[in-house]
């Protein structure tokens, strides 16, 4: 048995354990973000551009987050910053729910506070990982974290989803009602993770300069995976609720949906977070992306109700099997360059983080405009498939990377 397989709780610090709770308990909200704030406005606009115009609102609010985060990081506590980015998501849900209408404009703004929720929560959370944890307990780390996830998105999505079409009936002001509920409900998981977190000890980010344009050649590489990882992520939020919306009209469906394929994701993830080392982080990248392919492959070929129930099945398999290989991987070429660089990590965390826009606006960019030319329905269809095709490219520059990551490593030792 290696040594990466009798990691266990015990070989986190106490801060660390903090962290982990707390991203627990904020788990409970994500999936809400994620799936029912694009069905309520598909479901109160019936308009998949609108679902793609929010989110792109939401990607652009992110890295003007970070930017203006590694400013506050030199004036306000770090814990402060992370639990306003968990408090963020309620408002802006809150916001979207005081809308008389879905309007642009109403979109927009929303989506912004949504982008600056996540730019505070993941700005924050990407660095109190890095400085808690080592690259031998990352792979356990984020197999846990994933874990949370999914077993939430098996409970979270099939209790909302049934509560809103048998416990509100079935017009659509009864549901939106619902929603609200729904909404009060984000708000109070948020405090409550904000509360937990602010028992846990975490030094800020040395005061030093954040903001570079020239990296190494090594971090090229891994803007390159941040390009394409970002492509798909315009689709991996937004693509479930507006297919589901499309071909089963209920949030029931939706989320019975989501919760199925969910305990089957969160089973393999326990068991690679436990056992897997660093050096199989490829493979399971690797397996990731052609699960997504795999699964835009499907529902562009039969793009029917079984067409997306197997899309989805086969997304959420792929998306915590990308993370758990997708961060440690990160964090370790941060680890490495920020030491042989002598930089700031924030600097790193911050630079990733445009590389993710510049993917997240192509995607959504192409899905927008394969709509705008042609119709909503073909870029459904297509533009899934174009952008899964594209990713699988990552698992060539992820071999390289790996390879000069080594290289570098051994010479520095």
Known sequence: MGVVAKIGIKDFSRSAKILILTNLVYAFVMPVIDIFVASYIMRNSNDPSKVMLYQLAIYTGIPIT???????????????????????????????????????????????????????????????????????????????????YTTTAVLVPIVIGWYLMTGNGSTNEGVNSG?????????????????????????????EKFLYFKFHKLWNKMLQMALLKGLAQGFIVTAPAILMMKFFASEGALGTAQSIGAIIAAIIMLILGKLSKPKHRL???????????????????????????????????????????????????????????????????????????????????????????????????????????????????????????????????
């Open 179 to 207: 929603y609200k509920v729904v909404t009060v409900a984000v708000f109070i998981f948020t405090i409550i993770a904000s509360i937990i977190f602010h028992f846990g000890t975490y030094e800020k980010p040395k005061n």
């Open 66 to 148: 970070f930017y203006i985060n590694g400013y506050l990081l030199n004036r306000i506590n770090i814990k402060r910053l992370f639990s306003l980015g968990m408090l963020l998501s309620g408002v802006s849900m809150i916001f979207m729910m005081s809308l008389k209408e879905i309007s642009y404009s109403g979109l927009v703004s929303a989506g912004l506070i949504m982008g600056m929720s996540f730019g505070l929560y993941w700005s924050n959370r990407d660095y109190l990982v890095l400085a808690t944890t080592s690259d031998r307990t990352r792979n356990f780390y984020y197999g846990l974290d994933t874990f949370f």
């Open 283 to 413: 493979i399971i990248f690797s397996f990731g992306l052609i699960c997504f392919f795999l699964a835009s492959l499907f529902n562009a070929l039969l793009f029917s109700s079984i067409g997306v129930i197997i899309f989805i099945f086969l997304l959420l398999i792929a998306r915590p099997i990308l993370d758990i290989a997708y961060f440690p991987i990160q964090l370790k070429v941060i680890d490495l360059l920020s030491e042989l660089e002598n930089r700031n990590e924030f600097a790193y965390i911050l630079n990733h983080e445009f590389g993710l826009y510049v993917g997240r606006l192509i995607g959504a960019g192409t899905f927008l405009g394969i709509a705008f030319f042609g119709d909503a329905d073909i870029a459904l269809r297509y533009a899934l498939l174009i952008i899964g095709t594209l990713q699988l490219l990552a698992i060539v520059i992820a071999k390289q990377l790996l390879t000069q990551q080594n290289k570098l490593e051994n010479e520095n030792i």
